[in-house]
């Protein structure tokens, strides 16, 4: 995936010198200035980076602007199908998708915990740089802190995104209409086992990878497309559930999902079986769910279906204008039950 | 998915409705035990494929629920001491105590952990061999094996360093507790496949005989619940009063007998409090005399402690079937699973928890 200019897989910084990163790495001296010039500015290597500013200044095409920002705490750093890196450009570009926005421009801050491996963040960097790049989005100014051993995680990064709004009507919760079809573009839950599978040490017969993805190209193409989409919303840590009730809530219509119609993956599946979790409740960072016209409904899903990360997306329900706020779901069995968000954190249950 | 799709089959639950609603004469009310057949019936909406003269109560079988608040205060007194390491299945840590759970413990720099297993919490003593490990034991039969092996392990590898806090509950007192109310409403159960997968049913016909109640030992998915009640109600309509086996993919008559022969070796029958029911004679498991030294309350010295439940909650003629989550004024409205007043709140199993989530608006 990289380019023949782009960052070596070896540590620049020496490691018998910087085996881990110091205080005096956040310091502002000589140390700061080494370690932007031989892991950020290759890395993520542009000229408006390169200028050395206190910021970055920038032309854009003339148009509505989005900006959106995003903290990135995640434990462990790096998991099946992504690490802190990726999800943190991933995050930023995904938000700014779901306001219809094509991504231009990152911002990143990191706040770094002395003793934290030097090569570890060098495969943060590099991953992040490979994000961008696969995302089409440029790293343009950033900030490094360093705080004390035992005051902070490894790596917390802090991204923020500015795009352009690439499609001429709101898209948003109070856009959405009575008679909308709901879109799922894949199978939820993934990012959210794949991390429990880590941080637990639970084995699978097969390896869960994190669907950690950028969202921006499949959500172009949709509005290329003239896809007259209401609301775009990533799903993210309340798993599908929570994105469903916000909106639902936000809108005030009532929203009516098929348990049948979700895909979720016979792994992750069988994960939430065991631990006695819902996957409408699993953590996701590569998937999204769209309200469309239902006379468009088709057409989307024709389009989601062609980009590599839509190949799997579904009609899941439909808006009705009855109970305002709420969410039903037609269950496996043809019943009917409520959708709401929980009160905290799924916790595995005893039996 | 193989062996869960097969028993969530739209049509197939909807044949079952149908001959339930053919052999369905007069009104019954029937009690499934089991937290998770409660969770399972609300969620996929088995109740609403029921004819109307069936009625189905949710019975005491939510471990977390039915912990008594004594013994939460216990758990949040060890696990707030600075040496101790605080292990415990995830869905215990909210459960409020009378002022706090052990999540705020974990918040204010307690080292709570959330295990899979009580084996895991034995390893976490042999690698910490400087701190206390302390392991919540709760349950039903279904839990009291691995946690039998745990005390099992440490005694014979001589790890002294490993403790049960014991809130072990038995099935069979509770429900022939239930039938002696004199308000009670339960005319037929569906004992908790689970726990019969471990004791068998024998210690069932007794109960089935003595109080003519019909008991169908059932799954947990939604055709397997569907069938218990069929098959519950085909023995009241018949006016049979027998123990059948719905679950007979996992079930024996006699149950897993390694597994009962581990439990005795390591707990003795105790008389035990059930939150929101009181004390129920020889109903629940303590540590036998042999294994005394890994009782974390006489290691900590807290055996004494006593605590009453606030007064306030219905949950105790919830768990007996007497009343139903909707009919509590409180409901909904003073009583939250981020707020609750009491036991069936607490759990993703509890009766009320398990309306919250699925049910409140529409009633």
Excluded at chain 1, 227 to 244: F, K, N, S, Y
Excluded at chain 1, 290 to 304: I, K, N, S, Y
Excluded at chain 2, 238 to 252: I, M, P
Excluded at chain 2, 304 to 321: D, F, K, R, V
């Amino acid at each position: 995936m990289e380019s023949k200019s782009g960052p070596a897989f070896v540590c620049p910084i020496p490691i018998e010198q910087y085996p881990t990163v110091l205080l005096a790495h956040g310091g502002g001296g000589k140390l700061t200035n080494q370690l932007i010039e031989k892991m950020f500015l290759p890395a993520f290597g542009n000229p408006m980076l390169g200028a050395r500013h206190d910021g970055a200044t920038f032309s854009l095409p003339s148009g509505k602007l989005a900006f959106t920002t995003d903290s990135y705490v995640v434990r462990p750093l790096f998991f099946p199908g992504g690490d802190i890196g990726s999800l943190a450009v991933n995050g930023t570009v995904n938000d700014l998708a779901m306001c219809g926005a094509r991504p231009f421009y990152l911002s990143a801050g990191f706040i770094l915990e002395e003793g934290l491996p030097m090569d570890m963040l060098w495969r943060v960097i590099q991953s992040m740089a490979q994000a961008a790049s696969q995302a089409g989005v440029q790293l343009v100014t950033g900030d490094t802190k360093v705080v004390d051993r035992g005051k902070g995680d490894g790596i917390f990064i802090n991204t923020a995104g500015i795009g352009v709004v690439e499609c001429g009507h709101a898209i948003s919760p109070a856009a959405v209409r009575g008679g909308d079809s709901i879109l799922l573009s894949g199978d939820i839950g993934r990012h959210g086992i794949a991390i429990m599978a880590v941080r637990e040490g639970l084995e699978f017969e097969s390896t869960i990878e994190s669907d950690c993805a950028p969202l921006s190209g499949i959500v172009m193409d949709m509005l290329a497309a003239g896809i007259e989409a209401h609301c775009l919303r990533d799903l993210t840590r309340g798993g599908l559930a929570g994105a469903l009730v916000e909106i639902a809530e936000a809108a005030r219509l009532h929203f009516e999902i098929d348990e049948v119609a979700i895909p979720v993956m016979e792994e992750v599946r069988g994960a939430c079986e065991i631990l006695g979790f819902d996957p409408l409740y699993v953590a996701n960072e590569g998937r999204f769910i769209g309200f469309v016209p239902a006379r468009e409904a088709e057409r989307a899903l024709q389009r989601m279906r062609a980009h590599p990360l839509g190949e799997q997306a579904r009609i899941i329900g439909t808006v009705a204008e009855d109970n305002p706020g709420l969410v039903t779901m037609r269950s496996s069995i043809g019943a009917t039950r409520i959708v709401d968000t929980l009160s905290g954190e799924q916790l595995p249950r005893i039996c | 998915m193989r062996f869960i799709d097969e028993y969530r089959d739209a049509r197939a639950a909807q044949q079952y409705a149908r001959a339930l609603k053919r052999i369905t004469k007069q009104p019954w009310t029937i009690m499934e035990v089991c937290g998770g057949q409660t969770h399972a019936i609300v969620k996929f909406g088995v109740d609403e494929l029921l004819p109307s003269e069936v009625t189905l109560v949710h019975g005491p079988g939510c471990p977390v629920c039915v912990t008594p608040v004594e013994l939460i205060e216990k758990a949040i007194e060890i696990a707030s001491r600075p040496n101790v390491i605080f292990c415990s299945f995830g869905d215990m840590l909210r459960v409020p105590g009378l002022s706090k759970d052990l999540l705020s413990v974990k918040a204010a720099g307690g080292d709570v952990r959330i295990v899979y297993s009580p084996l895991d919490a034995l390893k976490l003593a042999v690698d910490h061999p400087e701190r206390e490990v302390v392991f919540f034991a709760v349950g039903f039969e279904t839990t009291a094996p691995a946690n039998a092996m745990a005390v099992f392990q440490a005694s014979r590898s001589s790890v002294r360093n490993f403790s049960l806090l014991v809130s072990h509950v038995l099935v069979p007192p509770a429900m022939e507790a239930i039938l002696s109310f004199p308000d009670t409403r339960v005319q037929g159960f569906l004992a908790a496949g689970h726990v019969c997968a471990i004791m068998g049913f024998t210690e069932y016909e007794p109960i089935a005989q003595k109080y003519r109640v019909p008991i169908v030992v059932t799954g947990f998915e939604p055709l397997d619940i569907l069938q218990g009640i069929y098959m519950c109600i085909r023995q009241l309509e018949e006016g049979r009063a027998e123990v059948e086996n719905q679950y007979s993919r996992s079930v024996r008559r006699e149950g897993n007998l390694p597994a009962q022969k581990l439990i005795r070796e390591v707990f003795r029958v105790v008389p035990r409090k059930w939150r929101g029911v009181g004390e129920i004679p020889q109903s629940g498991l303590g540590l036998q005399e042999r294994y005394a030294a890994y009782d974390a309350e006489a290691r900590f010295g807290i055996a004494h402690y006593t605590a009453e439940e606030p007064a306030e909650c219905m949950s105790g003629l919830i768990l007996q079937g007497i009343r139903k989550p909707l009919e509590c004024p409180a409901f909904g409205v003073r009583c939250t699973p981020e707020h609750p007043l009491g036991a069936t709140m607490v759990s993703s199993e509890g009766a009320c928890a398990a309306y919250f989530q699925y049910r409140r608006r529409k009633n």
